[in-house]
């Protein structure tokens, strides 16, 4: 058996250090988005496999029998392609997914059905926006200079930035309520702007939104491909388990 681990959030680093327990044969892999990813316990490589076909050559020369993806609900194209690729090659595939948010009492939350309509949510005067969707998607806003917007990343922008007002803050998660609290009511945030990523990582601005009384504008969740979903390290690893006695 040689498990594939498509890593890069808490789940999959929670998968990665049950693995490393059991002894079972298994490489975590990150697309190499940060410069400096946290280490794992397990071998790991860094970078894209080269789409589909990039993917079922390296299930063959690696002779990977089982793809577990544990990427970030907002990863669809890495799930697609491992969907893909797994299909043409028989390769077992089961996700790891983290269920969504579900708002609560005194959430001020506008969900929007992708990453892509969030600006249609912003007021048009001008506002103090917590832009907490990484640097990948910020060009979406050039189009609405009017606003303030603060800026949370993991690496400093290596390009000048598409907006002309921003503040910048770089960090890493998991996020705490205290300084995610702090955060916002220094900066006089009036809007958050965030993907339902689901998990613990990212939801500390969630609960300091709620307790200053801010809107929270959410971009809803892409479809991702396949039925074999698990909501545990516990379940991946009696799925492996089958699998393992099925001798495969
Ligand atoms: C490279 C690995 C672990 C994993 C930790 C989780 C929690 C902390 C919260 C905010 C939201 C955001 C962002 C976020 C969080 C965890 C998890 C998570 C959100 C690292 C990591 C990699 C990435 C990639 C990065 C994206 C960006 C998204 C920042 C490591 C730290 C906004 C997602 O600069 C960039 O280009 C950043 C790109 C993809 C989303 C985007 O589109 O920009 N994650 N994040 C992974 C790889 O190379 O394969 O550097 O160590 C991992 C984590 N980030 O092991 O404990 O599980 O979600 N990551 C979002 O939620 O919208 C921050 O600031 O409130
Ligand atoms: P994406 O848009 O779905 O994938 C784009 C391309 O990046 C993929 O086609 C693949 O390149 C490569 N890739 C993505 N994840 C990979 C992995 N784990 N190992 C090897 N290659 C990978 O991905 P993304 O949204 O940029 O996410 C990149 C990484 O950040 C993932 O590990 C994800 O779990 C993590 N992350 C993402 C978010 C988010 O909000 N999107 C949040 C937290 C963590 P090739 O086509 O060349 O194979």
Partial sequence: MHILLLGGTT??????RRLAQTGLKATFSYAGR???PVTQPLP?????????????DHIAAHAVTHVVDATHPFAAGMS?????????TGTPLIRLERS????????RWHSVPSIADLPTALPDDPARISLAIGKQQIGLFAPYPQHHYLLRLVDAPEAPLPLPKTTVVLA??????????ALLR????????????????????????????????????????GDTVASSVDQVMAWLGHEAERGV
């Fill in 34 to 36: 940060t410069q400096s």
């Fill in 186 to 225: 220094d900066h006089r945030i009036t809007h958050v702007i965030c993907k339902n990523a689901g998990g613990s990582g990212a939801q500390a601005k969630l609960d300091a939104a709620r307790a200053l009384g801010l809107p929270v504008i959410m971009a809803d969740r892409p479809k991702l491909p």
């Fill in 44 to 56: 790991q490589r860094i970078g894209g496999f080269g789409g589909v076909a990039g993917l079922v």
């Fill in 11 to 16: 789940e999959a680093s929670q998968m990665a």
């Fill in 80 to 88: 697609q392609n491992a969907y893909t690729a797994c299909t043409q």
């Fill in 100 to 107: 969504p948010w579900q708002p609560q009492a005194g959430d």
């Fill in 172 to 181: 890493r998660g998991p996020f705490r309520l205290k300084d995610d609290t």
